[in-house]
Structures are given as C-alpha cells and as structure tokens.
C-alpha cells in the first residue's frame, strides 16, 4: 500500500515535471524603442521562467525596473557584447530587436551596413551558447538579415531551417486592422495570409483568402495593398527623423513569441506568418504561413489559389527576394573572412 502510494505520487510528479516546462527567453537589443514594450509584452507570456535582456549599453536599470511587475519568472539584464552568450545561453527563444531604425527617405535595405553585423554577432552567439533556440530577428532590413544569420548559422553547423525566422507578424497585425476598420469588424476577426517578404512591394497580403470576405474593386485592393506594403513608411515619416515603428512592432513580436512559446508547450494548432528558409518558391527565404511544433517549423501551409493581382505581384517580388538573400550570403561571407570588424550596435532607438 505504500509502495502503490509512493509510486502513486512518482507519477504524479513526473507528470508535473513533463507539464510544467520552464522556459527563457532572451530579448536582444532590449533598451530600444521596441526591445522595452517587447519585454514589458512578454512578461505577459505565461511559463517564462527567465527573462533574458541584452544590450549594448547599461540594461540593469530597465531589467530591475521589469523584475518588479508581478508575474513569475526571472528578469535578468546583460550588457556589452562580452555578456551576449551569457545572455542567449540555453535560450528556448532569442528575439532580436537591436540594431538602427529607418530615417525619412532611406528602404530598409540601407541599413544593412549599420545593422547586418547584428546577424552575425547574435547568430555567432546562439551557435556557440543555444543551438537549439529558435532564434527570430525583427532587425531590419528583414530579408537580408535572415539569409545573413543563415549563412553564419551553416558556419557553425548550427544551421536549422525549422529554428530561424524574419519576424513578419506586423504585416499581419496591420493588414487586420485596416481590413477590420474599412469592414466596420474587430481586427481580431479578421484572418489573412501575409506572403513575401518585409519590404515595400516585397510584403504581399492575400487579400484574396481574407476571411470574412472581403469584397471590393480591384482599385480598392491596390490601394489597400499598397497601404500595407507603405505602412511602415508612413510611421518613419510621422516620426519625423525620430525612427520607425516601435509599439505595434512590440505587439507584433510579442505575438509572435506568444506563439513560439506555445508551441514549445505543445500547442497544437499554430499557424504564424514569417520569413524563413522555404522551398514554396524559387526565392530561398519566403514569408508565409507556418505550422509551428515544439522544434520551431513543423509545417509550411502550401500556398492558396492566388488572384491574378496576386500572381502578378508575386512574380515581382520574387527576383527581389532573390536578390535580397544573394546579399545577406555575400554580408555574412565577407563580415566571416574577418573583412568586416565593427561592433554591434545598440538598440534602436
Ligand atoms: C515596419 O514595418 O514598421 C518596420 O519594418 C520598420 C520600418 O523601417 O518600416
């Protein structure tokens, strides 16, 4: 009778043990204007057992400032490059924010002198320190700086397709509420694939597999395409020189993270938009729905029937994509040859 207790309450604890599954996140480049609302966002995000925050400059103020809000888990602060590994280290997940923000005038693709360094140094560090993170960069210009962090992940034989991903989810979250606002719904409604990639006419929504429905002229769905596509261009212009989308870049990368996590946790049914290693195209690196499983990728959604707005618009964007990852191969090649040597720069701002 004891011994059935005892064994009894072994599998009891042993079911715990497998249930409640401890998680760190590390949150990189976490003093800028994104990384801050980030890390308030995902003290939110239930079963983080350690909030990891990095940066360049001094982060212990902003990590004891989160380590009072009243949620469990730990946060911890790590500053300079010396301290990233220790930061990543034996991350379930790293989310890059760091690196500069757009000014009035420039493409994203401009800043890939100041910001693909950011690919190379995080990418170097989560092969050396957490090989198995999934490891998800908001840094822009996105196309550039995935293939850059996969380029520099194959170095290091680290390189797992089902575990890099260009954060794309604002794509998504700005489709939904201009979709929802002109449908008179709620944004939470409305459901709609975002493919492509996170640049001008690189960010293509489906508005064609929008559910509900969502009925208008073919005029109507330029212009609307085209607001998504110039989004973030119209927060770097009302910014005025003060950079670009930082809060519903924070709610677009804690949702996404949200999902990460889940999945880890066993939720089962997640799909999530982002811009990683695919074979749906003949573009290397593609943004479009994913499965998400315990190990990152569990699925690549095929893609839909497309419009032939939508077919012509693909076949734009795809010689770009291509062109896009020819140069984040060539970055992280030339920064690998030790050809480049600047440092990482802080976080946007
Ligand atoms: C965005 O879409 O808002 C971000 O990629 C930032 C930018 O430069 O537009």
Redesign the pocket.
Known sequence: MILLTSLKSQTKLAAWRVVVRTLKVAVVGAGGGIGQPLSLLLRRCPGIDELALHDITDIKGIAADLSHVSQTGKVVGFTGEQELETAVSGADVVVVAAGM??LPGMQ?DHLMAANGNVAVKVATAVSNASPRALLSFIT?PVNMIVPTAAEVLKAHGTFDPRRLFGITT?DVVRSKKFIGDSMNISPDEVKIPVIGG?AGITILPLISQCQPRYRCDPQEIHKLTHRIQE???E??NAKAGKG??TL??AFAGATFVDSLLRAIGGQEDLVECAFVASELTDAPFFASPLQLGKDGIKGYVPLPQLSDYEKEALEKLLPILRQNADEGVRFARTFLKGQSESPVPAALP
């Open positions: 923000p757009r994203r822009n604002l996170h989004a973030g261009t927060v770097v670009s989308a519903s870049m």
